[in-house]
Each structure stands twice: as C-alpha cells, then as structure tokens.
C-alpha cells in the first residue's frame, strides 16, 4: 500500500483551495509573468484555445503557493502549441484528481512542444475507483501525437512525489515521474531528481 501522508493526504481533495476557474478571463498576450498570468493561460486552453503554431513564454519562476492545481490541457482541449520555459520554474502545487480528471500533471494533454523548464515540489494523489485509463506525471500527463512529432526537451522534475490507489483492480493508468503517457513523441535532455512514485494498483510505470 501507498504510505500516505496525513499533512498530504485530504481524502481526497478540499475542492475551497482548489485555484480558481475563472469566468471573465482577461487579456492574454502569450507571455508569463505570473501565477495570474499561469491560470489566465490555463483557462484559456481549457475552454478550447489551442495554441496551434503559436509560442507562450515564461518569464520568471512561479511559485504556485501549494495551492491545489487543474492541470493545463484535457483530452478534449489540448495545449497544441510551443511552451518554452527559459529554464524558469514552477513549483510547489497538489493535484488531487479524485476522480475528475483523468491527465494530471503541471499540463494535463499537450500535443507539440515543451522546453526549457523546471518543475519542483510536487505532490499528485488519486484513489482510482473509476473505469477509465489515467495518466500521471509531474510535468504532463499525456503527450499526444497528431500531425507533427511532439517534443519535450531540457525538462526536469525535482522533488516530486506521486501517490496512486487503485480502489478496483484491472484500471489502466500510466505513471511517470517526468511524462505519464508518451505517444512517438521525441525527448531531449531531460530528468528527474528525487522523485518519489508509490502505487498499489495494476499500472505501467516510466
């Protein structure tokens, strides 16, 4: 069984710290400055921008504040554009998916490019009890090839910390400590340092 934090573990998520879901999204000029700026962002590319052709930039570390995170991209609403981090990082955030969400990571589905960035202090935690197939890393969860090859290059995790329980057994989910699923996509130079991965449950681990 999983060795579970009580300080970590909120059976399963205290949806009051969740980060908010803005209705009125504001301008956005494809440039990060901001923990503002990170969830204007991720707004957008969940309500349907796909980001085709075109570059968002980081532009300083983000710090996240603990707070508990909904990852940038769905299988339906991908992030489907270049996001070059400058080797900036962001850090410290939760994700407890508690069922909702079946693509956990900083991003949930990208389909092209992500370079140049550093993620760190991160905790996801699932107890599966639904059918469905899952992916788990603490950058992204599915990278997903369509017409061009996807590529993740000069990417690394540190001090991650991913907890799964599967509740019923023969539910398909996939974990790593960088990229949970992977589709012939091509990764360049990139790591994890000091990251924890514990799971009960059948799974593919990477």
Not at 79 to 100: E, M, V
Not at 145 to 163: D, G, Q, S, V, W
């Amino acid at each position: 069984y999983p060795t579970f934090n009580n300080n970590e573990w909120v059976v399963l998520y205290d949806s009051s710290k969740e980060t908010p879901y803005y209705n009125n999204i504001p301008l956005f000029n494809n440039k990060i400055s901001s923990y503002a700026d990170l969830i204007t962002f991720r707004n957008l590319v969940n309500s349907g921008t796909t980001y085709n052709n075109q570059t968002i930039t980081l532009l300083s570390d983000i710090d996240i504040t603990g707070d508990e995170w909904i990852p940038i991209g769905t299988a339906t609403s991908p992030f489907n554009g270049l996001f070059d981090g400058q080797n900036h990082k962001i850090s410290n955030f939760k994700c407890y998916a508690n069922n909702r969400l079946n693509q956990i990571g900083l991003f949930g589905n990208a389909t092209y490019t992500i370079q140049n960035l550093i993620i760190e202090d991160v905790f996801i935690g699932e107890q599966i009890n639904t059918k469905q197939k899952s992916d788990f890393g603490s950058l992204l969860g599915c990278l997903t090839k369509t017409t061009l090859t996807p590529t993740i290059t000069n990417c690394h995790a540190n001090n991650c910390k991913i907890l799964i329980y599967e509740l019923n057994s023969n539910y398909e989910f996939h974990v790593g400590g960088l990229i949970g699923n992977v589709d012939n996509a091509s990764i360049n130079n990139c790591g994890i340092k000091n990251c924890i991965i514990d799971i009960y449950g059948g799974s593919y681990i990477g």
